[in-house]
């Protein structure tokens, strides 16, 4: 079941396929704002270089052209030279391991780059980029203006923990074991569930597994005449005898 | 397929996917570990594609999507070399190549900009009131004292200032010209609409209070580059809002798509015509110079932007 598709399929030239996640306007604003406050810094070092710079050649002005000539470079080159230079990553984007990336999962190239930062300029309005988030709600890929001329996307490159297998805790005792009804049939996608619900368990507070258990526990009980203190135990014994694990030694 | 087989695939299968892992996570040192990764790398996609057949849990399939797009960026997104002399050739080859590809939007663009600049420089010449209307006084106030001395000798350090200023301000002017192409291309109409008004009617002013020489002698090294960078940066927005409104069979984004290399050489010219602009705007437009070098000098300017419009990167 997928309620909402944020990942987009990619096929490697080796015709391997896998999913990205794609990285909406939440994660992108805040790496946004990480490096506004890294341009501040360059700002910062610009402006005491171009004082230096005055002060050893004497000449009025030249500090100030070549501040006019940062701030120009950091307005509008600062995301392209550093995306070219990183794979495709500015400082803010590292931090929130973000990486911009062809719309085919391709790595992109500095035309790809320059084209979605000069961009920026449109998708920015009409404040705070208006028009980009409006397009990213739009596109099945959430690609602002930029990405979609400069042909990228903004991909997450997380890295999701698995669960670990299955564990019966406790184990099912001799006496559950006499009192339980010789068959319980599930279908393949009760098992499904319950081995899903099992997996994830020890991540859960008792009464949160407990109110999902009953969601599946009392229709178990009711067709299989399977009883036990709690959902949860109903749901485990179920899937303990329906699979055979019952009998495991522990 | 029992649940103890799947147990099983995950468990004898978890040590190689971890290494994948641990490698990415630690960064590849050496040729012996790139290898190594590539080599865990291709195993990891195969696993994939037989956990997706398998149906294994979500998560697990999470997770190998997860790793497998990480390697995939950490084995291609190696930084290719030469970046600097591909664009330049880019900007002075391919550019005047993909302009006359496009110079039906070149001209276009060029008449958005020059026709409002004869409109506002006549206007002006032939109506006091006319200037008035368009910018406000205290600017036509500034530009009358700018342009009042015969010599407009800067010292060198205040030259750099202005050709840091001409960067800033005029690059940064023609790159929102192009961005806001991507609005159907009404955004690039304005700005070109707009600017040749407005210098257009500064001319006309000047020309009017008996300045013109003044303003023709300060302007007469740079205005080819940088009238040419203006209208190439709005023939470059034009043609963003031409793809993005008629898409040719394409779908939109396709349409995007196959526009975007002519675009970028579009781009790459208008900043160096731009640059170069700046670059004499600052460091050769206020010099003391006998106007008479001062006009050769931009007539050759022009002659050089033509010659370089018209037949570079021909083959």
């Known amino acids: 079941m997928q309620l909402l598709d944020t990942t987009a399929t990619i096929e490697t030239p080796e015709r391997v396929r896998f999913q990205y996640r794609i990285a909406g306007p939440g994660p992108r604003a805040m790496a946004w704002m990480v490096d506004v406050a890294v341009q501040l810094v360059f700002v910062l070092a610009l402006v005491l270089v171009s004082s230096l710079v005055t002060m050893l050649t004497g000449l009025q002005g030249a500090g100030t052209g070549l501040v006019l000539l940062g701030l120009f470079v950091l307005q509008w080159l600062y995301g392209a030279i550093l995306e070219t230079a990183f794979g495709g990553q500015t400082p803010g984007k590292r931090v929130f391991n973000l990486r911009v990336v062809r719309a085919d999962g391709s790595p992109a190239g500095v035309q790809n780059f320059m084209l979605r930062n000069l961009l920026r300029a449109v998708d920015f309005l009409p404040a705070l980029f208006g028009i980009g988030v409006l397009t990213m709600l739009i596109d099945r890929r959430m690609r602002r203006i930029g990405d979609l001329v400069g042909g990228t996307m903004v991909v997450l490159e997380q890295d999701s923990k698995m669960f670990g297998s299955v564990s019966i805790e406790p184990p099912v005792t001799e006496e559950e074991r006499q009192s339980m009804p010789v068959r319980v049939d599930l279908s393949n996608e009760e098992v499904r569930v319950i081995e899903d619900f099992l997996r994830r368990r020890s991540r859960m507070s008792d009464a949160r597994a407990e109110e999902l258990a009953h969601l599946l526990g009392p229709a178990i009980t009711e067709r299989s005449g399977l009883e036990a203190p709690t959902w949860e135990r109903v749901l485990t014994l179920a899937y303990a005898r329906a699979t055979g694990r019952d009998r495991e030694p522990t | ?315």
């Open chain 2, 1 to 315: 397929m029992s649940v103890a087989d799947r147990d099983r695939f995950v468990q004898a299968r978890t040590d190689r996917w971890s290494r994948v892992d641990s490698l990415l996570t630690l960064g590849p040192q050496g040729a012996q570990e790139w290898s190594e990764l590539a080599a865990v790398y291709r195993a990891l996609c195969a696993d994939l594609s037989a956990a997706r057949s398998l149906d294994l849990p979500d998560d697990v399939l999470r997770h190998l999507d997860d790793l497998a797009g990480r390697a995939h960026n950490r084995l291609y997104s190696v930084r290719p070399t030469g970046i600097p002399t591909s664009m330049f050739r880019d900007a002075t080859v391919g550019f005047p190549r993909e302009l006359r590809a496009q110079w039906h939007f070149f001209l276009f663009a060029s008449l958005l900009f020059y026709l409002p600049f004869l409109v506002g420089m006549f206007g002006a010449l032939n109506d006091p009131t006319f200037a008035v209307n368009v910018l406000p006084p205290e600017n036509l106030q500034s530009l009358e004292q700018m342009y009042s001395t015969e010599d407009m000798v800067r010292g060198s350090g205040e030259d750099a200032t202005m050709a840091g200023f001409y960067v800033y301000n005029n690059v940064g002017i023609a790159f929102r010209t192009f961005a806001l192409g991507a609005l159907a291309g009404l955004g690039s109409v304005f700005y070109l609409v707009y600017n040749g008004l407005v210098i257009g009617t500064v001319a006309g002013y000047l020309g009017a209070i008996g300045l013109g020489h003044n303003l023709l002698e300060f302007t007469s090294g740079h205005t080819a580059w940088e009238l040419t960078g203006v209208c190439v940066a709005g023939a470059a927005g034009l043609r963003l809002g031409w793809a993005l409104m008629i898409t040719d069979g394409r779908t939109r984004v396709g349409s995007l798509k196959a526009a975007a290399p002519s675009l970028y050489r579009l781009i790459l010219g208008t900043t160096l015509l731009l640059l170069v602009a700046a670059a004499i705007e600052g460091f050769w437009s206020a010099s003391p110079l006998p106007r008479t070098v001062k006009y050769v000098f931009g007539a050759l300017q022009w002659g050089i932007v033509v010659a370089w419009l018209a037949f570079g990167g021909r083959r």
